[in-house]
């Protein structure tokens, strides 16, 4: 006859599931956020940037200009006026010069300047 032996966690979380306080949790039934992805060892890292806003304070300034490039398109969806477009092109140019030329911190990018006149191009168009 086996003998069954039930630890104190064992014993809290039974008598919690009698309770039911695990019924109803928000996410219950829904997949885990990235299942079926590629495993990221940095995972915590990235959710915690995100979750708490951290890019502006731990992202190098090489990795911050790519990102703002990634964000670019978004961004130009939210511009009213071809100048503000111009402005914001030339921007991040000065920023891809400052790293061409090794002025910003972080490991090392190569990203080509942007065509400010296709960038205008395509903004008037959508």
Excluded: C
């Excluded at 019924?23 to 060892?41: I, R, T």
């Excluded at 502006?56 to 130009?76: F, G, H, K, Q």
């Excluded at 092109?89 to 942007?114: C, F, Q, Y």
């Amino acid at each position: 006859m086996a003998h069954f032996f039930e630890s104190l966690v064992d014993q809290k979380i039974r008598e919690a599931l009698e309770r039911g306080e695990f019924d109803n949790l928000p996410g219950s039934g829904k997949p885990l956020p990235g299942h079926g992805d590629d495993y990221d060892e940095d995972w915590y890292v990235k959710e915690l940037v995100d979750r708490e806003k951290l890019a502006a304070v731990i992202l190098p300034a090489t990795l911050m200009l790519r990102r703002d490039i990634e964000d670019l398109p978004e961004r130009l969806a939210r511009t009213r006026s071809e100048p503000e477009v111009r402005r914001m092109v030339a921007e991040l140019n000065e920023r891809i010069a400052d790293n061409h030329r090794g002025l910003l911190s972080g490991p090392p990018t190569l990203i080509k300047r942007l065509d400010t006149e296709a960038i205008v191009r395509e903004w008037s168009r959508r």
